[in-house]
Antibody, heavy 121, light 107 residues
Framework: QVQLVQSGPEVKNPGASVKVSCKAS????????ISWVRQAPGQGLEWVGW????????NSAQKVQGRVTMTTDTSTNTAYMELGSLRSDDTAVYYC??????????????WGQGTLVTVSS | EIVMTQSPATLSVSPGERATLSCRAS??????LAWYQERPGQAPRLVIY???TRATGLPARFSGSGSGTEFTLTISSLQSEDFAVYYC?????????FGQGTKLEIK
């Protein structure tokens, strides 16, 4: 069974950066992707970006382009999302979600528990 | 970017009755649509993928239909644990996009 375990909550000042991790276990191949989805307080789900564990290709939402960096460490099966130049409207729970695009599709079968990122001075 | 529009925003239904949730895409997404259930304080949970395939472990009272631009999630005979927020998600194109959610509440 696949499990995604995320790092703990963060509090950051405006203008700072935050790096959230997502450790995947249970995958038998690296043909999977990790998407990052965020949810501001009381709001809906917003797609942030994704990275392929296979070839490390990435794609991100226009809203965060230039501020987000997504990476993977294949030795530990951990994905990272770093968001810079933080603003108050980046305050949200950040989820990682995975999909096996080789055997199934691009829908999100597994989700991490979420990481609350609070941007406040 | 494909815009996903869900309706209604809130749906009030009595336990044991049927709920029908709608999702519309701004352009053709074929059957590349998923539905997720989100309960308070929990991560979203996959309910339906490829528009009509139930995720592993989901009871048969959940069903999905549609293709192209119009999609429906139907929950027959609502149970107490079904009252939650439901999101549709298109994965036909990048960027992936979600609907704004439908809150299913107890009438």
């Amino acid at each position: 069974q696949v499990q995604l375990v995320q790092s703990g909550p963060e509090v950051k000042n405006p203008g700072a950066s935050v790096k959230v991790s997502c450790k995947a276990s249970g995958y038998t191949s690296n043909t999977y992707g990790i998407s990052w989805v965020r949810q501001a307080p009381g709001q809906g789900l917003e797609w942030v970006g994704w990275i392929s564990a296979y070839n490390r290709n990435t794609n991100s939402a226009q809203k965060v382009q230039g501020r987000v960096t997504m990476t993977t460490d294949t030795s530990t099966n951990t994905a990272y999302m770093e968001l810079g130049s933080l603003r108050s409207d980046d305050t949200a729970v950040y989820y990682c979600a995975s999909f096996d695009y080789a055997s199934s599709g691009y829908y999100y079968t597994y989700w991490g528990q979420g990481t609350l990122v609070t941007v406040s001075s | 970017e494909i815009v996903m529009t869900q309706s209604p925003a809130t749906l009030s239904v009595s336990p044991g009755e049927r709920a029908t949730l709608s999702c519309r895409a701004s352009q053709n997404i074929y059957n590349n649509l998923a539905w997720y259930q989100e309960r308070p304080g929990q991560a979203p949970r996959l309910v339906i993928y490829d528009a009509s395939t139930r995720a592993t472990g989901l009871p048969a009272r959940f069903s999905g239909s549609g293709s192209g631009t119009e999609f429906t999630l139907t929950i027959s005979s609502l149970q107490s644990e079904d009252f939650a927020v439901y999101y549709c998600h298109q994965y036909n194109n990048w960027p992936h996009t979600f609907g704004q959610g439908t809150k299913l509440e107890i009438k």
